[in-house]
Every structure is written in C-alpha cells, then in structure tokens.
C-alpha cells in the first residue's frame, strides 16, 4: 500500500516542541522522509530515516520511527516562528529498481505562535 | 546556477492555450520527476524520466505531455487543459538507487487555467 496519513494542523507556542505525526502502510518502505514546505516554495528535504533504526537526532530535530504500528514522528525542539511551513512525510519502496518513487502524505499545517 | 530551476514560476492559460513548462537540474542526477500538488490533496506523481527511460502514471491525462531531451532537462508541455488541472507543478530529482532516494524539488510553477 502507498497511503501515507497525517493530521492536516498543528498550532504551537514560540519555544514549545511539535510533534507531527505520520502514518504509513507498507511494511516494505525502506527510506521515510520528512520534507518541510515554506509559502511559495518547493519542498525541501529536512531529514529522513532508514528502515531500520528507530531514532535519528539532527539538532533541533528528532524522528521516531515504530515500525511495529507503521508509526513516524517529527519532533522539533524550541519551535520558531521560522519554523511555520507545511511538513510532509514521505515513504519509499526502492525495490532493485533504479528509480525511487516517493509516496506523500497531505502535509501537516505547522503554525507557530509568538 | 545551483540546484533545480524551474520556469515559469506563475503561469496563467486558456483551456485552448498551448503552453511549456521547463525544467533544469545542475546537480548531476540521472532521474527526474513532475510532481502535481493540488489544494488538500498529496502530491501525485505524474512522470519519471531516468537514463532515458519514461515512467508514466497511467490517471495522467494525455494533455500532459512530458519530454526529457537530456538528463538535466525536463519539459511538461501542456495543451487543451481543464479549470481542474489548475495546480502547482514540481520537478524534482534525484541520484535514483545509489543514493538515499530523497528527492530535491524545484521551486514550482504555478499553473492557473481559465
């Protein structure tokens, strides 16, 4: 399956965490991506993680990945206004093939408050 | 130029219109996508183009005509579109199965049909 489900809004606080979820059905995915949208803009890569690790840390960002509950989480620590954008979270199936196509969710609405 | 640049940014045409979005990769990747995000939808997936080789997605419309005259190049041309086909239109592109599969988008053109 290639269905990729996350809420459409989270509202947070300036200095507060977010966490924005993502669900997935395909147990076979290998790569899962987090991409952030800024008004205006194309998506830009913010992190991924393989398959088969649990937890990846990149400074103010954390990702959790269960894949027992097909679960992927964003966390990000000491959230910004700058950090108000669309955040979708992607999945990839390489299997031997030479392209990698990637499976979107809707994308989750992040706004920041001051 | 660094990147992936895409032209026009804002693009506005008749349904009897033909028009060209373009397309240019300077990162050396040897695929290359059109992605279509519409309002509340996920991003679908429309073409892939990799060492020549032309992947479609079949719910495409024929009105959307892709072309990849060489791997940094990427064409979408467009003619007797429908008001639904109002959208914004991603390229991307990537190092295809040697890499992490991530994707790395254009800005977007902006597509409005009257």
């Known amino acids: 399956g290639e269905d990729v489900e996350q809420s459409l809004f989270l509202s947070v606080r300036e200095g507060d965490s977010s966490v924005i979820n993502c669900t997935y059905t395909d147990s076979s995915s290998t790569y899962l991506y987090w991409y952030k949208q800024e008004p205006g803009a194309g998506l830009q890569l913010l992190t991924y993680?393989?398959?088969?690790?649990d937890m990846k840390q990149d400074q103010r960002l954390t990702v959790l990945l269960n894949k027992k509950d097909k679960h992927l989480s964003l966390r990000i620590a000491d959230t910004q206004t700058g950090d108000s954008a669309i955040y979708f979270c992607?999945?990839?199936?390489?299997?031997?093939?030479?392209?990698?196509?990637?499976?979107f969710g809707r994308g989750t609405q992040l706004t920041v408050w001051p | 130029e660094t990147g992936v640049t895409q032209t026009p940014r804002h693009l506005v045409m008749g349904m009897t219109n033909k028009k060209s979005l373009k397309c240019e990769q300077h990162?050396?990747?040897?695929?290359m996508y059109w992605y279509k995000q519409s309002a509340k939808k996920p991003l679908e997936l429309m073409f892939v183009?990799?060492?020549?080789?032309?992947?479609e997605n079949n719910s495409v419309p024929s009105r959307f005509s892709p072309e990849c005259p060489n791997s940094s190049h990427l064409f979408l041309h467009l003619h007797t579109l429908q008001p639904e086909d109002s959208a914004l239109y991603l390229c991307?592109?990537?190092?295809?199965?040697?890499?992490?599969?991530?994707?790395?988008f254009g800005e977007g053109s902006r597509l409005t049909v009257l």
């Open positions: 990162l050396g990747h040897n695929a």
């Open positions: 991307a592109s990537s190092q295809g199965s040697t890499s992490t599969g991530e994707l790395f």
């Open positions: 993680i393989f398959s088969n690790m």
């Open positions: 183009y990799s060492l020549e080789e032309r992947v």
């Open positions: 992607a999945e990839t199936l390489i299997r031997g093939s030479t392209l990698g196509r990637l499976y």
